[in-house]
């Protein structure tokens, strides 16, 4: 009799938990959004292991993906500064929509048919409309929440895309039959549909936010132009703002090391390391499981150290890392999981907490444009290292996770400087200039 008492009191403790309790009172749109994660994130895993091999597979060289990587980031760099403007005009529900629609749906059909350099150049440059829905999309995701439950809700973001992981197998054994060209084109139309699929439940499910029809109102009858040159105000207030800037270095560092990490990893494993292309699918579940585990049973019990020494302790594992992939001998199955493993941990630590400190120290009033410049600066400052890593890599493999070791260096420098913010001062100044915004 104690076995059934033991699961139902397990089950009742599962439905306290934390972040079963912050999904529950989250109803309107950040749970529809977190729901709906699963639709880009299923695809997109499905996809990402082998992303890079469908391009070398059909002929593109090292340095002509690195060109394709910075060609694309200079463009989403415009299509982010815009981004500010374009989801006050058109409001945070329609500028998500079409964000998913152009960004992903059409960028999709175009990969499916890529075989070229050109294609794979028009493809990505699709892909930056999603730039602009980025901005959209964490406004529709956060406004008309509660600023307490930023993490948690940031934190369910990251398990949503985490729990879509869990299909990568599936590619892997497709990969074994028909190989990677023809499996990487199905699924590429399978991400299509699937974002048709999002933008349609998001016209139904989701609402425009308060700040959203504010801001709608306000920037009705004002020209595209002159809310460009208003940028020559905001720009400096951002610039001045030294917890904001620390966190942008921050940023554009872990955009930088992502974007090594997603184009040259896989060619690292398989093309330096000599393991086999099918295990490709294997890293990220690993990856899924760790995160999951700590987001889960761990990241709640962190409340209490709140952000600068977990992102800390999460920068050193992440130049540790770096370390351990450049020594890992070839052939060592061994060591790549133990990198896939710390690096799963270190994500847990730091990208909630950097996505949530940015958005405690940004005006609510002024976060779409505020959100967009610091799109745009991230981007842009990351764009010359697409192609730098891709040279890099041409001429040693091991090149690019040299360079990503040295710059989380300066992150850890960077983040030993960050102040952890005072939650309740943050939350009513939020929410007194969330009030002034309705005011006005």
């Known amino acids: 009799m104690e076995k059934p008492v033991n699961t139902a009191q397990k089950l009742k403790d599962l439905r306290r938990h934390p972040l079963i309790e912050l ?29 890079t091999l469908y391009m070398y597979t059909q002929g593109i060289t090292d340095v002509q993906i690195g060109l394709i990587l910075s060609i694309s980031m200079v ?27 152009f960004g992903w749906g059409i960028a999709c059909l175009v990969w499916a048919v890529s075989g070229n350099f050109w294609l794979f150049l028009i493809a990505v440059l ?80 989701c609402e425009e936010t308060r700040q ?4 709608m109102a306000e920037t009705k009858d004002t020209p595209v132009l002159k809310m460009l ?24 560092i872990l955009h930088i090391t992502n974007l090594i990490s997603i184009n040259f990893f896989s060619l690292y494993v398989t093309q330096r390391l000599g393991l086999a292309d099918r295990y490709l699918a294997f ?39 770096s370390v351990l992939l450049i020594l890992t001998p070839i052939g060592n199955m061994l060591c790549v999981i133990i990198y896939v493993f710390l690096v799963a941990v270190a994500n847990a630590l730091v990208v909630p907490r950097k996505d949530a400190l940015l958005q405690l120290n940004i005006n609510p009033k002024e976060r779409a444009r505020i959100n967009a410049l610091i799109m745009s600066f991230t981007i842009a400052f990351a764009s010359p290292f697409g192609y730098l890593a891709g040279w890099l890599s041409s001429i040693d493999r091991r090149l690019p996770f040299v360079f990503t070791f ?14 952890d913010p005072e939650f309740a001062k943050v939350y009513k100044e939020a929410d007194d200039s969330a009030a002034c915004g309705a005011g006005d």
């Open 406 to 419: 040295t710059i989380f260096v300066v992150a850890i420098i960077i983040v030993g400087r960050i102040r």
């Open 23 to 51: 999904l529950k009172n989250n109803k309107g749109n950040p749970r529809t959004l977190i729901f709906m994660e699963p639709l880009w994130g299923i695809p997109h895993n499905l996809i990402a292991p082998f992303a």
């Open 229 to 252: 040159y208003e940028y020559k105000d905001l720009i400096p207030k951002v610039l001045m703002n030294k917890e904001i800037m620390k966190v942008l270095i921050v940023s554009v």
């Open 126 to 205: 699709f892909n930056s409309f999603e730039q602009i829905n980025q901005t959209a999309w964490y406004c529709l995701l956060i406004e008309d929440a509660d600023s307490k439950d930023l993490l948690g809700i940031y934190t369910w973001v990251n398990i949503g895309g985490l729990i879509a992981i869990f299909f990568a197998p599936i590619s892997g054994l497709l990969i074994n039959f028909f190989t990677v060209v023809p499996v990487v084109r199905v699924l590429y139309l399978v991400f299509a549909v699937n974002m048709v699929i999002k933008t349609i439940i998001t016209f139904r499910h």
């Open 283 to 321: 890293f990220p579940i690993l990856n899924a499981a760790v995160m999951l585990i700590f987001m889960i049973g761990i990241q709640h019990r962190l409340e209490s150290v709140k952000f600068r020494i977990p992102m800390w302790i999460g920068l050193v594992l992440y130049a540790a890392c």
């Open 212 to 215: 959203g029809k504010i801001r």
């Open 75 to 101: 463009v989403q760099v415009l299509f982010s500064f815009f981004g500010g403007i374009i989801t006050d005009k058109l409001g945070r529900k329609v500028t998500t929509m079409m964000g998913d629609f």
